[in-house]
C-alpha cells in the first residue's frame, strides 16, 4: 500500500512540534533560579595588578578609609604587594600620582627585612642610620607624619625572587596632601619607579569596605525621601 504525501507530511509537522516543545522545556530549565550574567557578579572592587620587567605589583589599591572619604589635603596609604620574579635584587625608588602633593616611603621595626638593614636605608630597631635618611636628590621626601616606630626612606628594597607587602607592618607608600576629596571606588593614575626594572603607570582605585555597612539610623520627626522605607525609633518598620 503506498502512502499519501499528505500523511507523510502530516506525521513531519507532528515531529517538528513535539522537538519545539522540548527545546523550550529545556531553555526553561537551565534559565530556572539565577541570570546568567548577574550570578557572578562581585560588589566589590579588586586591587590593579602590573607588571614591569621581572617585578609583579598585585593587589594594588588605596586603603579604604576610615571615615568613609579620603579630605582634600589629607594623607592616604598605598596598600600592594611586590613580587621580585628576578635573580638580581631590585628597589622601589619612587612613586608619583597626580592626585597627592607628594608621596613618601617609610619603613618600621616590625616589617623590614635583613636585606633593608644591610642596604642601608633602615637600622634593626627602625631608626635611621648614617645613610639611611633621604637625600635632598632623593626621590622621596621625608615625611613628617610618620608614625613612631617607623622611618622615612628613599628607597625600598625588593630582594630577588621573594615579596615585599606594603601592608600590616610592613613597608609603607604614603600619599600624602591630596588635591581632590576621594571616595570609595574613586580612580587615580599612579606611577611605579623601580632602580632596576624601570617604571610602570596604571590605574588605581580607593578600596571598598570588606564588610557590609550599616544604614544610617532614621531620625524620629524627620521624614524620609521618597522611596526610602522609615524605621521607628525601635528599629521595626513604622506602619
Known amino acids: 500500500m503506498i502512502r499519501s504525501p499528505r500523511r507523510r507530511a502530516g506525521r513531519s509537522r507532528v515531529v517538528l512540534v513535539g522537538l519545539g516543545a522540548i527545546g523550550g522545556l529545556l531553555l526553561v530549565g537551565c534559565g530556572a533560579g539565577q541570570q546568567s550574567q548577574t550570578a557572578k557578579q562581585q560588589p566589590t572592587i579588586d586591587g590593579q595588578n602590573a607588571h614591569i620587567g621581572t617585578i609583579a605589583l598585585r593587589d594594588i589599591a588605596l586603603a579604604y578609609p576610615e571615615r568613609g572619604v579620603y579630605e582634600e589635603g589629607s594623607n592616604a596609604p598605598l596598600d600592594m604587594i611586590v613580587v621580585n620574579e628576578g635573580d638580581l635584587p631590585d628597589a622601589l625608588v619612587e612613586v608619583r600620582s597626580d592626585v597627592?602633593?607628594?608621596?613618601?616611603?617609610?619603613?618600621?621595626?616590625?616589617?623590614?627585612?635583613?636585606?633593608?638593614?644591610a642596604t642601608g636605608t633602615a637600622s634593626p630597631t627602625g631608626s635611621p642610620s648614617e645613610t639611611g635618611t633621604a637625600s635632598p636628590s632623593g626621590p622621596?621626601?621625608?615625611?613628617?607624619?610618620?608614625?613612631?616606630?617607623?622611618?622615612?626612606?628613599?628607597?625600598?628594597?625588593?630582594?630577588?625572587?621573594?615579596?615585599?607587602?606594603?601592608?600590616?607592618?610592613?613597608?609603607?607608600?604614603t600619599l600624602e596632601g591630596l588635591t581632590r576629596e576621594l571616595r570609595p571606588g574613586d580612580v587615580m593614575t599612579i606611577t611605579f619607579v623601580f632602580e632596576r626594572a624601570g617604571s610602570v603607570t596604571t590605574d588605581v582605585a580607593v578600596a571598598v569596605p570588606e564588610e557590609e555597612i550599616e544604614p544610617a539610623p532614621t531620625v524620629p520627626g524627620v521624614e524620609p525621601e521618597e522611596g526610602v522605607p522609615s524605621e521607628s525609633p525601635s528599629g521595626t518598620s513604622g506602619g
Open 100 to 117: 597627592a602633593e607628594r608621596v613618601t616611603f617609610a619603613t618600621s621595626g616590625a616589617g623590614e627585612s635583613p636585606e633593608a638593614s
Open 140 to 173: 622621596a621626601t621625608p615625611s613628617p607624619s610618620a608614625t613612631a616606630g617607623e622611618s622615612t626612606v628613599s628607597r625600598i628594597p625588593i630582594p630577588a625572587a621573594s615579596l615585599v607587602a606594603f601592608r600590616d607592618g610592613g613597608p609603607a607608600v
